[in-house]
Structures are given as structure tokens and as C-alpha cells.
């Protein structure tokens, strides 16, 4: 019997509603808690109708000038990068940066820890998320891969990493520019800590690793998984932190440092698949993060965890998508059922 259990609790009401006459309707709220940390979500079927004033449809005018305007000044386009980007010290980076095809990584010039890289994805300013070509995103992992490996050799503390995208600027991006973050600390962020004590407590009562026990279940189950791709797992969020939240977890490693070059690829080939999925949904914007503790010092019951959510679109005076639901009491909404999402990407894999 699985350790795991997917709890939901479901209430129904009714309401008069004035734009159909007052007539009686029958409403209903289902709330999921997730299985490791507890945290919930909420389901209205209603509000996939709302949606459309949640979301939008991106402008393509707006998003067209955005592309025009910013790229006049973009620091990370090829024309200007080498004397607008940072460089890294040589003893620490050879040349100060690290290129892989069309990716560029350097220092953040606005650090928020003391290991913390941006990768300029591409020579192009702007991508639609099917643009997000397997290599153009296999090329980012790796030159962040290469920069990690080098800071574990200079420096034990470095325990707790997390690789990280904001696009466009719903998502909270400063640049239009596609790019992603590591950051690699010796305290481990709120989210990431949780999951963290989480897992280490599932393993030390069961033996086992949470997110493999997870990926068996949601596997035997079918509703949710989606694919297995190489050593990830691919499946859509029971109670998703974010909107359309897709996780993958690595069957054996929590130390991105020390996956494969056939890893990178196949866990780029499925970012790739899930924008392009996003695309199809009619979305333009997201964030991403993928968790990871450094082996063996932090490592116990964990897994390298990558999750993926979208994000408002572009069109003018757009509201935002996180309000006192999401920042102040910790609990997402679900537009789309988690079960129809992984039936939808299931086919892209």
C-alpha cells in the first residue's frame, strides 16, 4: 500500500445567480492538499470561464513593440553583451564567462547570494515558448553544469542549488531577453528548505524516497503521470502551486552537479515539450525552478525536483495573477484540472 495519499475535500452550494435570471445554481469548491508539504489548492469548475479575464489572450501588437523597444538597449543581445555583461574572476572562471552554442553565462550584477549565474539563452531577443528549441535550453543547463562543478571544488558551503526562469515580465523578469539563474547557497530558500525536511522525514519513516515513491504511484494511477523520459519523471501537480504546474523528478540523483550529458538533454527535450504545451494552452509567459542539494553532504531521501507553472499574458493594463489567495494565504488556484492537463501534454510526449 503506498505511502502517498492525494487528500481532497470537496464542498457544494448554491447561489441565485443574477445573470441568469436569479436561477438556482449548483456550485462546487474541491480543495487538494499536496501529499508532502500539505499545502493547498483550490478548484471551482466556474472559474474556468473567469479565466479568460484572469488570463487573457497576449496582444500581439503590445508584444511586437515590446520585442522592438527593448532589444534597442538589451544588454544580453549578441551586439552589446561583451561590454554590457559581468565577467567572473579567472581564478574562478577562466575568461570570466562560459559559453555553450548560443548560451552565455556571467554574474549576476544583482546578486541575492554568493553563488548566483545568468545564462543569456539565445542570440534572438525573443522567443515564442516553442522557440525554446531542446538545445537552446540543453546548452543553459550545461554551461550552469559546468560553472556548479566549479564552485564545488572551490567551496564545501555551497550546499543547496536551485536553477531558475522568469520570462517576460508577468513572470517578474527585468529583461525580455531569455535567460535563466542558479543560485548556489550554504542555506537552503523557504520552498526549497521545505522540501527538503519534508523528504528527509518521509525517508527516515519509510525508508524509502518520497518523490520515488510519488512517481510509482502517479504512474500506477495514470491520471496525472504523463511520461518517462530517460531517468525523469513527468507528471502534472495534484495540487499545483501555479497555474498549469508541470513537475519532473530524476529517478536516482538530487545533485544536479552530477547528472549526465543524456540527462541535460532528455530533461531540456521535456522543458521544450511543456512550453511548446503552453503555447498550445495560449500562454506566453512562466517561471521554472529546479530544486537540487549537493551529494553526499545534503543529500537524504532527495531527488533533483524541477517544477514549471505559466503565467499572466501580455496585453494592456493586465492584472496579476498572484493576489491575497496565493501571497498571503499560500493556497493556488486551479483553472485547469491537473488530470485534463496531463491528458492533453501526455500526447506531445
Not at 552537479?257 to 511543456?274: P, Y
Not at 553526499?296 to 498572484?322: H, M, S, T, W
Request: aromatic fraction near 10%; include cysteine; glycine fraction near 6%.
Amino acid at each position: 500500500m503506498s505511502a502517498i495519499a492525494f487528500e481532497s475535500v470537496e464542498s457544494r452550494f448554491a447561489i441565485l445567480n443574477p445573470q441568469n435570471n436569479f436561477q438556482k445554481e449548483e456550485h462546487r469548491v474541491e480543495v487538494r492538499r499536496d501529499p508532502l508539504l500539505g499545502d493547498t489548492s483550490v478548484y471551482n469548475p466556474f472559474l474556468k470561464d473567469k479565466a479568460k479575464a484572469f488570463f487573457g489572450d497576449s496582444d500581439p501588437e503590445l508584444v511586437r513593440k515590446l520585442e522592438e523597444e527593448s532589444g534597442k538597449t538589451c544588454i544580453f543581445c549578441p551586439e552589446r553583451v561583451e561590454k554590457s555583461a559581468t565577467r567572473y574572476a579567472a581564478d574562478l572562471v577562466p575568461g570570466g564567462r562560459i559559453r555553450r552554442g548560443e548560451a552565455l553565462l556571467f554574474p549576476n550584477l544583482f546578486a541575492i547570494g554568493a553563488y548566483h549565474a545568468v545564462v543569456a539563452l539565445s542570440t534572438a531577443h525573443f522567443l515564442k515558448l516553442s522557440d525554446h528549441t531542446p538545445a537552446l535550453i540543453a546548452n543553459g543547463l550545461g554551461a550552469t553544469q559546468e560553472f556548479l562543478r566549479t564552485v564545488f571544488q572551490r567551496d564545501q558551503t555551497a550546499q543547496f542549488v536551485t536553477i531558475n526562469a522568469n520570462y517576460l515580465f508577468p513572470a517578474g523578469a527585468s529583461l525580455v531577453h531569455p535567460h535563466m539563474q542558479m543560485l548556489a547557497t550554504p542555506i537552503a530558500y523557504s520552498y526549497h528548505a521545505r522540501v527538503i525536511d519534508a523528504c528527509r522525514a518521509y525517508h527516515r519513516k519509510h525508508g524509502r524516497a518520497y518523490h520515488d515513491d510519488l512517481a510509482a504511484e502517479e504512474n500506477r494511477a495514470g491520471v496525472r503521470y504523463v511520461a518517462k523520459r530517460g531517468g525523469w519523471h513527468w507528471m502534472a501537480a495534484f495540487a499545483p502551486m501555479g497555474n498549469n504546474e508541470i513537475l519532473a523528478v530524476h529517478g536516482e540523483e538530487s545533485d544536479f552537479a552530477r547528472l549526465s550529458g543524456d540527462d541535460l538533454r532528455q530533461l531540456a527535450e521535456g522543458m521544450a515539450r511543456v512550453l511548446a504545451f503552453y503555447e498550445v494552452l495560449g500562454h506566453l509567459s512562466f517561471n521554472y525552478s529546479l530544486l537540487s542539494v549537493r551529494q553526499p553532504q545534503a543529500g537524504e531521501g532527495q531527488r533533483c525536483l524541477f517544477k514549471i507553472v505559466n503565467r499572466q499574458n501580455l496585453y494592456p493594463n493586465y492584472r496579476n495573477d498572484d493576489y491575497f489567495l496565493q501571497k498571503m494565504l499560500q493556497t493556488d488556484l486551479i483553472i485547469n484540472l491537473p488530470e485534463e492537463l496531463a491528458e492533453k501534454l501526455r500526447v506531445l510526449f
